[in-house]
């Protein structure tokens, strides 16, 4: 099995996150599709969409990065990671389709746009902004009365939106309310979040 993608792609770096986590041997095939042409054709043979995570699991492709997390676990993770209950898997799968529909969005635009201040654009990313705030209060209440996203327990919830969560704690302007910041601090002694997650330089897809 193998992974193609780069390393400083968020959605590559939650997915080899998850394998550390499940102690799974399946290594990332460094690829750069936009500048290596042979890497952009090993990725269009496997993803439709031509881009990256892209699991390869013997003759199987996954592609979309949420997709890939819940496949893993499905196929290789114990009760506490896929519980056999369809209530208990849709409290993490929530946050992750939350995560990939509006959080995940909303930070690429409040962060990662490079826009003039002042122009319509410079507008949009300020309301972003205040969108990423207000949503990041609410991750804040969820965390209020126990310690991971959905529980006491780490779940891909917490892989998911966990893996956005060291970009905004590196904003100087930013302060982290005070639940995420704990709760960012108990990410950061995983060693699989420090090797995959805050040791890249993040960036978001293009
Ligand atoms: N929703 C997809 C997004 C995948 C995606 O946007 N990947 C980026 C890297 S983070 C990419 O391959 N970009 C290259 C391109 O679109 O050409 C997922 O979560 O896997």
Not at 30 to 50: G, K, L, T, W
Not at 76 to 87: E, L, R, S, T, V
Not at 93 to 107: A, G, K, Y
């Amino acid at each position: 099995m193998k992974v193609y993608g780069h390393p400083l792609s968020i959605n590559v770096q939650k997915v080899m996150w998850l394998i550390d986590e499940l102690d799974l041997s399946i290594a990332l095939e460094e690829v750069d599709i936009h500048h290596n042409r042979h890497d952009a054709q090993a990725v269009a043979q496997r993803c439709p969409m031509r881009q990256v995570p892209v699991l390869e699991d013997g003759s199987n492709s996954v592609w979309e990065s949420h997709t890939i997390l819940r496949y893993l676990v499905a196929c290789y993770g114990n009760k506490m990671w896929y519980p056999d209950c369809a209530f208990q898997r849709s409290c993490y799968e929530r946050w992750m389709d939350w995560c990939l529909s509006s959080f995940q969005p909303v930070i690429k635009a409040a962060l990662f746009a490079s826009t003039p201040d002042g122009s319509d654009e410079g507008q949009a990313k300020q309301r972003a902004m205040e969108q990423c705030r207000y949503e990041l209060e609410r991750v804040n209440d969820a965390l209020d009365d126990q310690l991971y996203l959905t529980s006491d327990r780490m779940t891909l919830a917490d892989i998911a939106v966990g893996s956005l969560i060291h970009c905004l704690s590196q904003q100087s302007d930013w302060v982290l309310p005070p639940n995420v910041s704990r709760w960012y601090q108990q990410l950061s002694d995983r060693p699989g979040y420090q090797r995959w997650v805050m040791q890249a330089a993040s960036t978001l897809p293009t």
